[in-house]
């Protein structure tokens, strides 16, 4: 039985007031919105495109977002889980998006990534003859493992964004430090929005403060444009059968990932999902994928970043979400406002992001908790923990893999849980004999 503490504020289906539900909303964005516009980013980056192009591709992502959260959240007939769900691009797709565009430019990359979203949807269909295989060991297992998995992320962004020239200095690591006690503190004692929303009045006062420390560039905002209407099929439509097959193991990992993000969202949400939600969900992942390469952008997925947020805040109101797809809708038709997002301070996202990534992994522990665990369960979840969080760490040890299994593989997530399934199937149970 829940205690008073553990009760969630809004459940799936309630429905704040308007403007408790766009502060609920703008804090999922703020979260984020680093992520969605990451892979456009280093994408477009290494293929040398211009800064019109890239700018182009970068509103799209975040159109294409927005219409598929409110795909995934709001569920539309069979398509969607109906649950609080973040949906943006991932890096899974960084490496085949690269190399089909170095051919075909985007015009290959929108043809893979809406040829290679039949691979999920048809995956999808699938997904409940396998739950039987997620009993809670497993899905405790998989939750942890998200938190975990993201945690080096967080750390990440409060030291300064990897690769940055101030990476883990005083400034960086202060700020993020401040933003993390002042959240902290803001959503225990806090009462009503100063609670729910800590994270999003956090990141708003860890902005001002890094305006004010002179750590905020506005450059880029004056530079985009203030409109750019996302174009169907912009760039045109070049398929290849090698592009589109070089795609089926990233859409192969986004199918078990979402799986877990779904079960981790039921958890986050004191809501057991049925088979047929999740496999709606992930239904909405390849539908969602297919509406991003027309509009001209990547893949699309479920956010792992998101299920922390959901655990912090005990928010897990699914109309919240909707609504945070309509706010990114608008701003990937409106590049200025995206923009002054985007130069938010690494430091900033890392003081939450620590809190946030921390509780996921504790939301699974906790399930672990509340079953009985024998030598048979320790051996599995500790065989899964330690080629998630291996992978994770030392992603070079699959260098020498063929690219198919190196990409199936590259994702913490998915190693740890096809370990743990795997395990759970070849370590009988002696109690049960």
Same mark, same amino acid.
């Given at each position: 039985?829940?205690?008073?503490?553990?009760?969630?504020?809004?459940?799936?289906?309630?429905?704040?007031?308007?403007?408790?539900?766009?502060?609920?909303?703008?804090?999922?964005?703020?979260?984020?919105?680093?992520?969605?516009?990451?892979?456009?980013?280093?994408?477009?980056?290494?293929?040398?495109?211009?800064?019109?192009?890239?700018?182009?591709?970068?509103?799209?992502?975040?159109?294409?977002?927005?219409?598929?959260?409110?795909?995934?959240?709001?569920?539309?007939?069979?398509?969607?889980?109906?649950?609080?769900?973040?949906?943006?691009?991932?890096?899974?797709?960084?490496?085949?998006?690269?190399?089909?565009?170095?051919?075909?430019?985007?015009?290959?990359?929108?043809?893979?990534?809406?040829?290679?979203?039949?691979?999920?949807?048809?995956?999808?269909?699938?997904?409940?003859?396998?739950?039987?295989?997620?009993?809670?060991?497993?899905?405790?297992? =998989? #939750? @942890?493992? /998200? !938190?975990? %998995?993201?945690?080096?992320?967080? &750390?990440?962004? $409060?030291?300064?964004?990897?690769?940055? *020239?101030?990476?883990?200095?005083?400034?960086?690591?202060?700020?993020?430090?401040?933003?993390?006690?002042?959240?902290?503190?803001?959503?225990?004692?806090?009462?009503?929005?100063?609670?729910?929303?800590?994270?999003?009045?956090?990141?708003?006062?860890?902005?001002?403060?890094?305006?004010?420390?002179?750590?905020?560039?506005?450059?880029?905002?004056?530079?985009?444009?203030?409109?750019?209407?996302?174009?169907?099929?912009?760039?045109?439509?070049?398929?290849?059968?090698?592009?589109?097959?070089?795609?089926?193991?990233?859409? =192969? #990992? @986004?199918? /078990? !990932?979402? %799986?877990?993000?779904?079960?981790? &969202?039921?958890? $986050?949400?004191?809501?057991?999902?049925? *088979?047929?939600?999740?496999?709606?969900?992930?239904?909405?992942?390849?539908?969602?994928?297919?509406?991003?390469?027309?509009?001209?952008?990547?893949?699309?997925?479920?956010?792992?970043?998101?299920?922390?947020?959901?655990?912090?805040?005990?928010?897990?109101?699914?109309?919240?979400?909707?609504?945070?797809?309509?706010?990114?809708?608008?701003?990937?038709?409106?590049?200025?406002?995206?923009?002054?997002?985007?130069?938010?301070?690494?430091?900033?996202?890392?003081?939450?992001?620590?809190?946030?990534?921390?509780?996921?992994?504790?939301?699974?522990?906790?399930?672990?908790?509340?079953?009985?665990?024998?030598?048979?369960?320790?051996?599995?979840?500790?065989?899964?923990?330690?080629?998630?969080?291996?992978?994770?760490?030392?992603?070079?040890?699959?260098?020498?893999?063929?690219?198919?299994?190196?990409?199936?593989?590259?994702?913490?997530?998915?190693?740890?849980?096809?370990?743990?399934?795997?395990?759970?199937?070849?370590?009988?149970?002696?109690?049960?004999?």
């Amino acid at each position: 039985m829940e205690n008073k503490q553990d009760e969630l504020i809004y459940g799936i289906d309630s429905k704040p007031r308007f403007g408790m539900s766009l502060i609920l909303a703008l804090q999922h964005i703020l979260a984020a919105f680093a992520g969605i516009v990451a892979v456009p980013l280093v994408v477009c980056n290494a293929l040398n495109f211009d800064v019109a192009t890239t700018s182009i591709m970068v509103s799209a992502t975040i159109f294409a977002s927005g219409i598929t959260t409110i795909l995934q959240s709001n569920g539309l007939g069979p398509i969607g889980s109906r649950v609080s769900a973040m949906m943006g691009t991932d890096f899974t797709f960084v490496n085949p998006s690269i190399s089909v565009g170095a051919k075909f430019g985007i015009a290959g990359i929108v043809a893979a990534t809406i040829t290679g979203s039949f691979v999920e949807i048809i995956l999808s269909r699938f997904i409940k003859p396998l739950m039987k295989f997620f009993p809670p060991l497993i899905t405790g297992t =998989v #939750v @942890s493992l /998200i !938190g975990i %998995t993201l945690l080096p992320v967080s &750390i990440d962004w $409060a030291a300064g964004g990897a690769g940055a *020239s101030d990476y883990g200095s005083l400034l960086n690591l202060g700020v993020s430090f401040a933003i993390m006690v002042f959240t902290l503190f803001l959503n225990h004692y806090g009462k009503g929005i100063w609670s729910s929303g800590a994270v999003f009045i956090g990141m708003v006062f860890g902005y001002i403060v890094c305006i004010a420390l002179k750590m905020v560039d506005l450059t880029p905002v004056k530079e985009v444009k203030w409109i750019a209407i996302p174009n169907i099929l912009a760039y045109g439509f070049k398929f290849d059968l090698a592009s589109t097959l070089s795609f089926v193991p990233a859409f =192969v #990992v @986004s199918t /078990i !990932g979402t %799986t877990g993000i779904m079960m981790a &969202i039921g958890e $986050a949400s004191h809501t057991k999902l049925s *088979s047929e939600r999740v496999a709606s969900g992930v239904l909405a992942d390849g539908v969602g994928s297919m509406i991003s390469g027309i509009f001209g952008s990547g893949p699309n997925t479920s956010f792992s970043q998101n299920v922390g947020l959901v655990t912090f805040t005990k928010v897990a109101s699914r109309y919240v979400m909707v609504l945070a797809g309509i706010i990114l809708t608008l701003l990937g038709v409106f590049p200025k406002l995206s923009a002054l997002i985007s130069i938010m301070p690494q430091p900033v996202l890392g003081g939450v992001g620590v809190i946030m990534f921390g509780l996921v992994a504790a939301q699974g522990i906790k399930t672990l908790a509340s079953i009985k665990l024998g030598d048979r369960e320790l051996l599995i979840i500790s065989v899964a923990f330690a080629l998630g969080i291996g992978v994770t760490v030392k992603p070079e040890i699959l260098d020498a893999l063929p690219e198919a299994l190196k990409m199936i593989l590259s994702s913490g997530i998915s190693t740890g849980t096809l370990a743990a399934l795997i395990l759970n199937l070849v370590l009988v149970d002696k109690r049960k004999k």
